[in-house]
């Protein structure tokens, strides 16, 4: 048996195939963290009386109770414990301090319950696991300092603060996706009485959090689908995909081999992978089945994939790592057309600096030659204005090309049908806007 430490607890997972893994501390008995598949990790301490009866004590959760303070509280409970057990009555002090302060349940603790839910959700179907990485990434990570502040005591300013440092650190992206994240959270134990009002509300919002305009132009998509061509492998084709169907990141990035029809060249995508959670039908262009066809069907031992893109279970990952890679791929191209010789940092200047850093670094100063203010997101906004601008196709069946469909036509009979609804329309619109952005892509830069 190990003994039990923040770093122990940080690490520690589940036994493959188990739900739950319980690792009992070298030294004190009883001790033990309780490691869930959710990603919840708990501290408890847990006996067998002398009539053979079993005493269980949930001393808190990780990290807002770190190993110290819950080695410090199976210590005290152990010695009661033994004192019990030698008919010596004892007065169980932090045990009722302890339930004392469970009345008053921290930001942490609420955050793992919810997940704990969520991942319930998850298994049944009913969310993607995408969605709860996402969560438990911000939950975790990105505003672990309010983790172990009391729920209720949490106030905007305090939210105000978390999400500034985070954008400074991380980037607006991550500010914006943790904001709402920590929101959603609120929201659900306000609807349990667990929380009296949403701290989120009022709090700071990053610069341009609301609806998004940027549409590409030509020239801009053709320096993205280039750039993206050099960049190669799963990445350079995910972007290439996302230009040519206008599909969300997330239902290319976490595409399976079966719903790719090879015959009818077509994508056919589970509601449960969709945002509106129907079945959806996405005709492919010849440059699109290509693109599919040159990805390799097996590993590198031979074995079957079930993933289009990434290895793990759920997709393509990495996404924020490779899309600052093509920026600065972007950024060098458009220096280099416009003559300018800039200096890169590099390991050697200043304190040593890991990849990451280095590489934030590099496009700071590259900074004027940045591809303005865009994201991959933006290559479905493309996607939709310019065939409305170019008369490809109706407005209706370009939203419902993208997966746009509502009212009516999500209701009912009509629901279950909508996967097919303007088929042959949407195949000629996959055709003719793949032969714009080829036309497009094969021309010279401008700068």
Same mark, same amino acid.
């Given at each position: 048996?190990?003994?039990?430490?923040?770093?122990?607890?940080?690490?520690?997972?589940?036994?493959?195939?188990?739900?739950?893994?319980?690792?009992?501390?070298?030294?004190?008995?009883?001790?033990?963290?309780?490691?869930?598949?959710?990603?919840?990790?708990?501290?408890?301490?847990?006996?067998?009386?002398?009539?053979?009866?079993?005493?269980?004590?949930?001393?808190?959760?990780?990290?807002?109770?770190?190993?110290?303070?819950?080695?410090?509280?199976?210590?005290?409970?152990?010695?009661?414990?033994?004192?019990?057990?030698?008919?010596?009555?004892?007065?169980?002090?932090?045990?009722?301090?302890?339930?004392?302060?469970?009345?008053?349940?921290?930001?942490?603790?609420?955050?793992?319950?919810?997940?704990?839910?969520?991942?319930?959700?998850?298994?049944?179907?009913?969310?993607?696991?995408?969605?709860?990485?996402?969560?438990?990434?911000?939950?975790?990570?990105?505003?672990?300092?309010?983790?172990?502040?009391?729920?209720?005591?949490?106030?905007?300013?305090?939210?105000?603060?978390?999400?500034?440092?985070?954008?400074?650190?991380?980037?607006?992206?991550?500010?914006?996706?943790?904001?709402?994240?920590?929101? $959603?959270?609120?929201?659900?134990?306000?609807?349990?009485?667990?929380?009296?009002?949403?701290?989120?509300?009022?709090?700071?919002?990053?610069?341009?959090?609301?609806?998004?305009?940027?549409?590409?132009?030509?020239?801009?998509?053709?320096?993205?689908?280039?750039?993206?061509?050099?960049?190669?492998?799963?990445?350079?084709?995910?972007?290439?995909?996302?230009?040519?169907?206008?599909?969300?990141?997330?239902?290319?990035?976490?595409?399976?081999?079966?719903?790719?029809?090879?015959?009818?060249?077509?994508?056919?995508?589970?509601?449960?992978?969709?945002?509106?959670?129907?079945?959806?039908?996405?005709?492919?262009?010849?440059?699109?089945?290509?693109?599919?066809?040159?990805?390799?069907?097996?590993?590198?031992?031979?074995?079957?994939?079930?993933?289009?893109?990434?290895?793990?279970?759920?997709?393509?990952?990495?996404?924020?790592?490779?899309?600052?890679?093509?920026?600065?791929?972007?950024?060098?191209?458009?220096?280099?057309?416009?003559?300018?010789?800039?200096?890169?940092?590099?390991?050697?200047?200043?304190?040593?600096?890991?990849?990451?850093?280095?590489?934030?670094?590099?496009?700071?100063?590259?900074?004027?030659?940045?591809?303005?203010?865009?994201?991959?997101?933006?290559?479905?906004?493309?996607?939709?204005?310019?065939?409305?601008?170019?008369?490809?196709?109706?407005?209706?069946?370009?939203?419902?090309?993208?997966?746009?469909?509502?009212?009516?036509?999500?209701?009912?009979?009509?629901?279950?049908?909508?996967?097919?609804?303007?088929?042959?329309?949407?195949?000629?619109?996959? $055709?003719?806007?793949?032969?714009?952005?080829?036309?497009?892509?094969?021309?010279?830069?401008?700068?």
């Amino acid at each position: 048996m190990p003994r039990l430490t923040d770093d122990l607890a940080r690490s520690a997972a589940p036994a493959p195939g188990k739900s739950e893994t319980v690792i009992y501390d070298d030294a004190i008995r009883g001790f033990a963290l309780r490691v869930r598949s959710s990603g919840a990790k708990t501290w408890i301490w847990r006996r067998r009386r002398p009539d053979g009866r079993p005493e269980r004590y949930t001393i808190g959760s990780w990290p807002s109770t770190r190993a110290a303070a819950a080695r410090e509280v199976a210590k005290q409970r152990d010695a009661e414990w033994t004192a019990e057990a030698h008919g010596v009555p004892v007065e169980r002090v932090d045990r009722t301090r302890h339930r004392q302060a469970r009345r008053e349940p921290t930001l942490g603790e609420l955050a793992d319950e919810w997940l704990e839910a969520f991942e319930r959700l998850v298994s049944e179907g009913r969310r993607r696991e995408t969605t709860l990485e996402e969560y438990r990434r911000h939950l975790t990570r990105d505003i672990a300092s309010l983790r172990r502040r009391p729920a209720k005591a949490l106030t905007r300013e305090d939210v105000t603060t978390a999400l500034v440092a985070l954008e400074a650190e991380r980037g607006r992206s991550a500010a914006v996706g943790a904001r709402a994240t920590l929101s $959603n959270l609120c929201s659900w134990a306000l609807e349990r009485a667990r929380l009296d009002l949403n701290p989120v509300v009022g709090s700071y919002k990053p610069d341009g959090a609301g609806d998004r305009e940027r549409v590409l132009t030509d020239n801009e998509l053709r320096e993205v689908w280039q750039t993206a061509d050099e960049y190669g492998g799963d990445f350079g084709s995910l972007v290439k995909l996302l230009a040519l169907t206008g599909q969300r990141r997330k239902e290319i990035g976490g595409l399976r081999w079966p719903e790719f029809d090879e015959g009818q060249t077509r994508l056919d995508l589970p509601g449960w992978r969709m945002k509106n959670g129907l079945t959806h039908l996405v005709p492919l262009a010849p440059a699109a089945v290509e693109l599919l066809r040159a990805i390799p069907k097996s590993d590198k031992e031979g074995k079957p994939r079930e993933l289009v893109f990434g290895r793990g279970s759920s997709g393509f990952r990495g996404w924020s790592h490779a899309k600052l890679q093509l920026d600065i791929r972007l950024a060098k191209k458009r220096a280099a057309r416009a003559g300018a010789e800039i200096k890169l940092p590099s390991r050697d200047d200043g304190p040593p600096k890991d990849q990451w850093r280095l590489e934030r670094a590099t496009l700071k100063a590259l900074e004027r030659f940045r591809l303005p203010d865009w994201r991959l997101h933006d290559l479905r906004r493309t996607f939709v204005t310019r065939c409305n601008d170019l008369g490809l196709a109706d407005p209706h069946v370009i939203d419902a090309f993208v997966g746009h469909i509502s009212g009516q036509a999500k209701a009912g009979v009509a629901g279950v049908y909508n996967r097919a609804i303007y088929l042959p329309q949407r195949v000629a619109l996959a $055709n003719r806007w793949a032969a714009h952005v080829l036309r497009v892509v094969s021309g010279p830069n401008s700068t």
